[in-house]
């Protein structure tokens, strides 16, 4: 970017944000970006780059839908906001309505909330306090797995993969939780079910991600798994809770991963896609069989939380909208078309020395390195190839809008191939 262009807005107030996940003093500065389109982020100096990323797997839609700018638009100028604890209002208990009617039988009551993180903590809260107002104490850990990602507050740093580098630095500030294999195999289901045998009364509930471990490193698992987890959670009666924050609203080929395993989980949590890329909102969904737990005379058996800005109107506004383009849009056919052109357009980074795997599933396309040394720099050559491309950990992956046309997705796999065959990164 060259100076003249830099907006003095980018000047000017550099000095005064503090960045996420960031060395302030070494990082590459950010990309001021002015617009966004389908899958385009339009740059302070003209340049545009195709969005491989989604925003964080938000922009389900891409940006900008016309659909849900119109409805939020409206909701703007009737009610922004309002708080949620003794008032209701209508796109709160719709979305209800039309979330649980998605999620299908068994899974009946939103809590909302403003992120995953918190969502996540929710779901915590609740399988915990599920215990507790039935009279069963010392019940506070969670059974969680290597390679999972749940946030990055005290309480979810806790039930994130202890080794993963993000959260080590905290350590003596979290709570600890059991972290075992996913049983992938009947070594390591046999291997679960000993830890269950021993352990499983000290044990709130069993949390895991749905088919792929995200921000763990893009981590695949078969069905199978989920299978196995359910009939463990069944076997000692644990509350099972699927993270769906990132897998939710079709990034994995169905709109929910666990449909694809034909189980169902007693609590799920949402958020990311579930505003189309838009608003902040999140939302824990439980079972009637969790929510019984809590309904009593007794007003100590209540769930006491509630965030400020719970079930924003706006923010549930967007997500209705963003409902009604996955009923009227073809979407998950999308989605199938993205995973077969990622499939086929990535198999050629097999061929290079320094590439340990290629795997898709949905929209998520991975190409794992042997190692990555430079990052700043890697980003820094997608950029110069006209996408935006973030890899993490070992790891370069696409995860674009779902309805993503092909000439922008050609241009981003062109890119990740070209990019790594100029030599390992
Ligand atoms: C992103 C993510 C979270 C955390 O969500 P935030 O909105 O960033 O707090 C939790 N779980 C999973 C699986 C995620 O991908």
């Not at 897998?247 to 949590?269: H, K, L, N, W, Y």
Request: some cysteine.
């Amino acid at each position: 970017m060259n100076s003249s262009s830099t907006p003095a807005w980018f000047t000017q107030g550099l000095g005064h944000i503090w960045l996420p996940y960031a060395q302030m003093k070494t990082m590459a500065a950010p990309l001021p970006v002015v617009r966004t389109y389908g899958s385009r982020l339009v740059l302070a100096d003209g340049r545009e780059l195709v969005d491989g990323v989604a925003s964080w797997w938000t922009a389900c839609h891409g940006y900008n839908p016309p659909h849900i700018a119109h409805a939020l638009r409206q909701q703007l100028d009737t009610m922004p906001h309002v708080m949620f604890g003794g008032l209701a209002h209508e796109p709160a208990f719709e979305l209800a309505r039309r979330l649980t009617g998605l999620l299908g039988p068994g899974l009946d009551r939103v809590f909302y909330s403003d992120s995953g993180s918190v969502a996540v903590e929710v779901a915590m809260k609740m399988a915990v306090q599920y215990w507790l107002n039935q009279g069963e104490h010392g019940r506070s850990r969670f059974l969680v797995f290597r390679g999972g990602y749940h946030g990055d507050t005290l309480g979810t740093m806790a039930v994130c993969d202890p080794e993963e580098g993000m959260h080590s630095l905290y350590k003596g500030l979290l709570a600890e939780h059991d972290c075992c294999d996913l049983p992938r195999d009947e070594l390591s289901l046999d291997r679960l079910d000993g830890f269950l045998a021993q352990n499983s009364h000290r044990l709130a509930g069993i949390l895991v991600e749905p088919l792929v471990q995200g921000a763990g490193g893009m981590l695949l698992h078969e069905p199978e798994v989920l299978r196995r987890l359910r009939t463990l959670a069944d076997q000692y009666g644990l509350p099972l809770i699927f993270d769906e924050i990132f897998t939710g609203f079709g990034r994995t080929g169905s709109m929910f991963a666990f449909e694809q395993a034909g189980v169902r989980p007693d609590i799920i949590t949402l958020s990311k896609a579930l505003t189309g890329g838009t608003l902040p909102l999140a939302a824990t969904v439980a079972s009637s069989h969790i929510f019984d737990a809590f309904w009593s005379d007794d007003p100590t058996h209540a769930l006491m939380h509630g965030p400020t800005f719970m079930a924003n109107a706006m923010a549930c506004t967007a997500a209705m909208a963003s409902l009604d383009l996955f009923e009227v849009e073809p979407r998950l056919e999308q989605v199938a078309a993205v995973s077969r052109a990622l499939a086929t357009g990535l198999a050629p980074c097999k061929e290079f020395d320094w590439v340990r795997d290629v795997r898709v599933l949905g929209a998520i396309g991975v190409v794992e390195l042997d190692q990555l040394a430079d990052k700043e720099r890697l980003r820094q050559r997608f950029v110069d190839a006209g996408v935006w491309v973030r890899p993490f950990g070992t790891t370069v992956y696409l995860t674009p809008a779902l309805n993503i046309n092909d000439e922008d997705l050609n241009t981003l796999i062109k890119a990740v191939i070209a990019v790594l065959r100029a030599g390992r990164p």
